[in-house]
């Protein structure tokens, strides 16, 4: 019998180009997804040095950051503007598709690939943003890289990289009932820190992970960065295999597809494998989560309350945790759900999928948002909005006193109008919490769409086990 | 790209863990389509306040580190976004070498990409070149090709960095220029799975 290997093994060995002692593998890309913000400088290297796009089909591009999400055309920023239209440039002259801003497949990169079947198993998929590892939900090797390594695919459709270590993160049992991927991948963060996937990519498994649906195991990939890890992955089974049945990139014929899940089912880490590195963490044991530092490892559950510097845990120094508090203004001790917000993000590549939005809108449904809140939704994809409009989730969050949107980044990052102000305070269903994130001074806490909704509505933090449980029975 | 082999330079020390690449360069100025020009804005939120006047009481606006060309900072430097405005901005300020007990893999990337020198050393060690840095001017030498950082003193310090990134940085290769000459060999795999 062959050596018992993991599914990144199994990718790796495909893709290899070229191998030479002492040096990185040549390592074969198979799909390269461009935004407007890491792309610009890597055209222009082309360019001065006179060269082409190896494989444009193979390359796909869209326009997620600067995109405004009030009104889609009238973007104020000239600079913003000049980007945007830097990609448009680029794009048609070196023959890359585009889902341009007024494109029906327009969306957050990580959000449309797997909608239109780009991403698949068994693929090595890079993109110049450190969330490519989004993609890994599907079995792809998906990482994130550095501008001059997009010119560097562009150029050849390869990378050096030596094969990386494995760290397998196993979650037994199952979630209880309202805690979600959100929390689970904030609970891992939060357990083992943000740097103890470094030099490593992640395999998540057990018995919680299989339960999961696509789009959350997406929502746990997402983060796989936040724990230093370039990329994670799931291993595919008939979950993937039927959430990408009639995309439009997969095989189209019955035949081909079939065969085509059959070789990717075939990647699943075979179970004797061995990995470098390997954890454990009990999912009932879990509750809903609320960030309270600056790093998504500064998690706590929402019963808890705010560290003392004090009494320092090993994760974080006592430095850490006073400069922390003094950014977000919090006091050692707090209770985490006496903390009032100003503002509500439902939105991001972790978080902007189809159901995250149903199970916001189910929590707030017939609810008003607290007065003092100012709450908005940014689908994450023109597709998901669409989706959602057609089943009236827009309706339910209009009513409720949100703001519904276009579909964007938007204040995941701030590079927008879509900035939270100087000391406010965000529930955010991001995945970075890091200073100034969503804008100069602002103060985030990462939440799931259900807490965050919760929260809309009582204008600070709540349990949305109690919370949806007090709505049944009254 | 720029070869790099020994450095000689002054540190600045900057004792924090876990900097990120949105407080390296924050988001509102990554929407610039050059390459050049962001070492105005390395660690703008830290330096200057929101009308732009510099923060005095952040260290790097001290005159005594104005001509700093190492920097000497905290683990899992350069965690986060993958953005390469980072090493931009720290090259273009004046930074050639960064030493710190761990990066973020995507940024020492990054880094070997555009001739900066990212330096491992433990703990220990780099406190103790921070606490120097910090009490006067402070000058080391950071030699790649053997791999060592030292002080006029007693200073001594070896590090890894594998052999590839090494030979690239030694030499300020066109990695894609290397790699086109394995243009057969990418033709050949092309043409086995079509
Ligand atoms: S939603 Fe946020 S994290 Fe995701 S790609 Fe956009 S900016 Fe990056």
């Known amino acids: 019998m062959n050596e018992p290997k993991t599914i990144v093994e199994k990718i790796w060995d495909k893709h290899v180009v070229h191998r030479e002692e002492g040096k990185p593998d040549l390592l074969y890309i198979d799909l390269h997804l461009v935004h407007e913000v890491t792309s610009p400088q890597a055209f222009e290297g082309l360019r001065m040095k006179n060269r082409q796009v190896r494989k444009p089909e193979l390359t796909y591009a869209t326009m997620d950051h600067n995109v405004p999400t009030i009104h889609r055309n009238v973007i104020k920023d000239a600079v913003s503007k000049k980007q945007m239209q830097t990609l448009k440039d680029n794009c048609s002259q070196f023959g890359i598709s585009l889902a341009d801003i007024d494109h029906p497949d327009q969306g957050i990169v990580h959000v449309i690939g797997p909608e239109l079947g780009l991403t698949q198993p068994g693929k090595t998929i890079v993109c110049g943003d450190s969330h490519t590892s989004t993609h890994g939900a599907f079995g792809a090797l998906a990482f994130g890289i550095g ?31 309202g805690v979600t991927a959100k929390d689970l991948i904030l609970a891992i963060i939060a357990k083992f820190g943000v740097r103890f996937g470094t030099g490593h990519v992640i395999e998540y498994t057990g018995e919680a992970i299989k339960n999961l649906s696509m789009e959350e195991r997406m929502t746990v990939c997402n983060m796989s960065i936040e724990a230093g890890a370039r990329a994670g992955l799931i291993s595919p089974d008939n979950k993937t295999v039927e959430y990408l049945r009639g995309k439009r990139h997969v095989p189209k014929e019955a035949d081909s597809f079939e065969k085509a899940a059959a070789e990717w089912k075939a990647l ?20 809903p989560q609320v960030s309270w530092g600056t790093n998504p490892g500064m998690c706590l559950p929402v019963s808890a309350s705010v560290p003392d510097p004090n009494q320092a845990e090993t994760a974080n120094s006592k430095e850490e945790i006073e400069r922390a508090l003094e950014y977000m203004g919090l006091e050692a001790g707090q209770q985490i759900s006496s903390v009032a917000i100003d503002h509500v993000f439902i939105g991001s590549c972790t978080n902007s999928r189809l159901s995250d939005l149903r199970r916001a809108a189910e929590v707030i449904r017939g609810k008003k948002v607290n007065p003092k809140v100012k709450a908005i939704v940014v689908p994450g994809s023109f597709s998901v909005k669409t989706a959602a409009e057609a089943e009236g989730l827009d309706v339910i969050f209009t009513q409720a006193g949100f703001q519904w949107r ?23 269903t991001s995945n970075r919490n890091f200073e100034g994130r969503q804008g100069n001074g602002a103060r985030t806490h990462l939440v799931s769409p259900e807490m965050a909704a919760a929260a809309a509505i009582e204008g600070h933090f709540v349990d949305v086990r109690k919370f949806t449980e007090a709505t049944l029975h009254s | 790209m720029e070869p790099i082999n020994k450095h000689q330079g002054l540190v600045y020390p900057l004792n924090r863990g876990n900097i990120d690449t949105d407080q390296i360069i924050p988001k509102q100025f990554l929407k610039r389509i050059e390459r050049q020009g962001f070492g105005q804005f390395l660690f703008y939120n830290w330096r200057f306040h929101d009308d732009g006047t510099p ?3 952040f260290s790097l606006n001290d005159k005594k580190y104005q001509n700093a060309s190492i920097l000497v900072a905290g683990e899992n430097f350069g965690c986060g976004s993958s953005r390469e405005h980072a090493p931009w901005a720290l090259q273009d300020f004046g930074f050639k ?5 761990s990066f973020a893999d995507i940024f020492y990337n990054n880094c070997t990409k555009n001739g900066i020198l990212p330096v491992q050393l433990t703990e220990q060690q780099t406190k103790q070149l921070m ?12 030699d790649l090709e053997n791999q060592l950082v030292s002080d006029a003193g007693d200073f001594r310090a070896s590090f890894q960095v594998p052999a590839y990134q090494k030979e690239m940085l030694l030499n300020g290769w066109d990695e894609i220029a290397v790699t086109l000459t394995h243009a ?10 079509s």
Not at chain 2, 131 to 142: D, G, L, Q, S
Request: glycine share 4%.
């Open chain 2, 184 to 193: 057969d060999k990418i033709t050949e795999f092309e043409a086995t799975r």
């Open chain 2, 131 to 142: 606490t120097r840095a910090e009490t006067e001017p402070y000058t080391i030498t950071v």
């Open chain 1, 268 to 287: 699943a880490s075979d179970p004797e494998a061995s990995y470098d590195k390997v954890v454990e963490i009990e999912a009932a044991e879990i509750e």
């Open chain 2, 55 to 57: 923060k005095q009481e």
């Open chain 1, 147 to 177: 501008t001059s390594e997009v010119e560097h695919v562009l150029a050849t459709q390869t990378l050096w990289q030596a094969p990386p270590k494995t760290l397998k993160v196993q979650v037994n049992g199952e979630l209880g009932s």
């Open chain 2, 97 to 101: 070498v960064i030493i710190a007990p």
């Open chain 1, 406 to 428: 276009e579909a964007g980044c938007s204040m995941c990052l701030a590079m927008n109008d879509d900035i939270v102000p100087p000391g406010e305070r965000c529930a955010s």
